[in-house]
């Protein structure tokens, strides 16, 4: 029955628009609002990168260029490598305002929660420079705190101009719809990333 906000950082990968040294990470928010009975109405999960950088890490693996307007090399010209768009930089969702969103993000969940800055962060994968320490900043909203009775039928209002539209979806639905496919079908999963997870498993700590 509340609002959730969620803003996390992670290790430098996007530089400012004009520049090719990264600042901020791929820097994530999303935001969950409620419907009249409580349930998640509607979810927005995002990056401040055009792409998820998981993405080119797995085109890096399979060797499969990346799409473009994707990353940057190290140079700052655009790329089709994954290799080089892991040297270099991913670009922004929407340009500078994509690297506005990453700056608030940085914001909350480093600047004010004393987590190393995504500059200072080490990666996620791998053993280069132990814990990454970045943060993450929660605000959750009581709608009823505003003294605003008619959030619910607001919001319901809100959700069918959209979804009264032909082709138009709310967002979260696709991925709602896709967790209730899953749990009904089970989850697909390629025989190299099961040897890959069978080898890791095998290998001594």
């Known amino acids: 029955g509340l609002i959730g906000l969620c803003f996390t950082h992670a290790p430098a990968s996007i530089a400012p628009p004009g520049g090719k040294l990264p600042v901020v ?61 892991l040297a270099g930089s991913m670009l922004p969702s929407g340009g500078y305002k994509g690297f506005g969103v990453g700056l608030l993000v940085e914001i909350l969940a480093a600047a004010l929660t004393g987590a190393n800055l995504s500059t200072e962060a080490s990666p996620f994968s791998g053993p280069k420079g132990g814990p990454p320490g970045t943060g993450q900043f929660f605000i959750a909203i009581d709608p009823a705190g505003s003294g605003e009775a008619g959030f619910g039928g607001a919001m319901a209002r809100l959700a069918a101009s959209i979804t009264d539209q032909p082709g138009a979806r709310l967002p ?34």
């Open 172 to 205: 979260g639905k696709r991925r709602a719809d896709n967790r209730a496919r899953i749990e009904a079908e089970g989850v697909k999963v390629s025989d190299n990333l099961l040897a890959r997870i069978k080898t890791i498993a095998a290998s001594p700590p």
């Open 25 to 85: 990470g791929t820097n994530p928010f999303s935001i969950a609002v409620p419907g009249e009975k409580g349930e998640a109405l509607l979810v927005i999960d995002q990056s401040a990168s055009a792409i998820a950088k998981s993405e080119i890490l797995l085109r890096s693996r399979e060797g499969v260029p990346i799409e473009p307007g994707w990353a940057l090399d190290a140079q700052g010209n655009e790329t089709l490598d994954a290799d080089a768009a």
